[in-house]
T-cell receptor, first 111, second 115 residues
Framework: GDSVTQMEGPVTLSEEAFLTINCTYT??????LFWYVQYPGEGLQLLLK?????DKGSNKGFEATYRKETTSFHLEKGSVQVSDSAVYFC??????????FGQGTTLQVKP | EAGVAQSPRYKIIEKRQSVAFWCNPI?????LYWYQQILGQGPKLLIQ????????DSQLPKDRFSAERLKGVDSTLKIQPAKLEDSAVYLC?????????????FGPGTRLLVL
C-alpha cells in the first residue's frame, strides 16, 4: 500500500543553520504531497503542498519540490529560527483524499 | 472563518469505560475525517465521511469504535469499551471535497488517557 518514510529525528540545529528533512514515498497513481507542522501543544497545521510532479510548495521560508523520479519531497529552509522548533510530518493523499503520514521528525533549534 | 472545533480537549478514563468525542467541521466542508495519533507516530485515518455517508472505515476497530455524522455536519466518535492501547490523540479534520488535492484542516485534537 501507499506509505511515507521520513528521516529519523530528533534534528538539532543552531539558529540560522540550513535545514533539510528527507521524505520519500511509495504510491500508486499520482498523489498530492504535503508537509504539516505541529507546534508544542497545538494541532496540525498545513505548511505547504504540491499536487503534481516538479511543483514546488513554499511557505514561511520553507520549500519542498515534488520529485517523481526519486519519489521524494524533501523539506528545506535556508535559515531556521528558534520558533521553527516543532514536529514536521510529511504526508500524501490517495484518490479518496485520506492522508497517509510519515512518523514525524522533531526539530529543535537552539539559540 | 472558524476552524475545526473539537471537545473535550482532554479525557482520562479507566479501561472498559466508554468515551465520546465531538467534532464540528469548518462550515460548508463536505468531508470529515477522524485520525488517531499515538505518541511518537504520525496520525492514522480511522474513518472518512462524505456528507453523512461513510467513504472509508477500513482501519476503524468496529468491535469497539463507532462514529456517526448526522445531518452531514457534526460528528461523534465513540469508544466502548476502551483499552489501554486506545490512549492517543484523536484528531478531526475537514476538507471542502474528498479529493487528493483538497487541503485538510485539523482541529486541536482530544487527548485520551486510558488507565
Amino acid at each position: 500500500g501507499d506509505s511515507v518514510t521520513q528521516m529519523e529525528g530528533p534534528v538539532t540545529l543552531s539558529e540560522e543553520a540550513f535545514l533539510t528533512i528527507n521524505c520519500t514515498y511509495t504510491a500508486t497513481g499520482y498523489p498530492s504531497l504535503f508537509w504539516y507542522v505541529q507546534y508544542p501543544g497545538e494541532g496540525l497545521q498545513l505548511l505547504l503542498k504540491a499536487t503534481k510532479a516538479d511543483d514546488k510548495g513554499s511557505n514561511k521560508g520553507f520549500e519542498a519540490t515534488y520529485r517523481k523520479e526519486t519519489t521524494s519531497f524533501h523539506l528545506e529552509k535556508g535559515s531556521v529560527q528558534v520558533s521553527d522548533s516543532a514536529v514536521y510530518f510529511c504526508a500524501l493523499t490517495g484518490n479518496t483524499g485520506k492522508l497517509i503520514f510519515g512518523q514525524g521528525t522533531t526539530l529543535q533549534v537552539k539559540p | 472563518e472558524a476552524g475545526v472545533a473539537q471537545s473535550p480537549r482532554y479525557k482520562i478514563i479507566e479501561k472498559r469505560q466508554s468515551v465520546a468525542f465531538w467534532c464540528n467541521p469548518i462550515s460548508g466542508h463536505a468531508t470529515l475525517y477522524w485520525y488517531q495519533q499515538i505518541l511518537g507516530q504520525g496520525p492514522k485515518l480511522l474513518i472518512q465521511f462524505q456528507n453523512n455517508g461513510v467513504v472509508d472505515d477500513s482501519q476503524l476497530p468496529k468491535d469497539r469504535f463507532s462514529a456517526e455524522r448526522l445531518k452531514g455536519v457534526d460528528s461523534t466518535l465513540k469508544i466502548q469499551p476502551a483499552k489501554l492501547e486506545d490512549s492517543a490523540v484523536y484528531l478531526c479534520a475537514s476538507s471542502s471535497t474528498g479529493t487528493e488535492r483538497a487541503t485538510q484542516y485539523f482541529g486541536p485534537g482530544t487527548r485520551l488517557l486510558v488507565l
